[in-house]
């Protein structure tokens, strides 16, 4: 697979689009591995701090509402 930039040989893919990335145009950003609710009813998440980031995926300005889920 090739790099998404620059079309050498990738080294990894971004955690949050799957795009192919060098150790060139790789960044790094927190991603979130796991949410889940305590006993004491308090949500939590395991994050790893540098998470492999293609550089253009953007964040919605707001969380997207999935209705089905329970």
Same mark, same amino acid.
């Given at each position: 697979?090739?790099?998404?930039?620059?079309?050498?040989?990738?080294?990894?893919?971004?955690?949050?689009? $799957? @795009?192919?990335?060098?150790k060139e145009? +790789?960044?790094? #950003?927190?991603?979130? =591995?796991?949410i889940?609710?305590?006993r004491? $009813? @308090?949500?939590?998440?395991?994050?790893? +701090?540098?998470? #492999?980031?293609?550089? =253009?995926?953007?964040?919605?300005?707001?969380?997207?509402?999935?209705?089905?889920?329970?």
């Amino acid at each position: 697979m090739n790099c998404w930039h620059c079309d050498r040989p990738a080294h990894g893919t971004c955690v949050f689009c $799957g @795009r192919a990335v060098c150790k060139e145009h +790789a960044r790094t #950003l927190p991603g979130i =591995l796991q949410i889940y609710h305590t006993r004491q $009813g @308090r949500h939590k998440a395991l994050v790893v +701090a540098d998470a #492999l980031y293609c550089g =253009l995926c953007q964040l919605l300005d707001d969380p997207v509402e999935l209705e089905h889920l329970e």
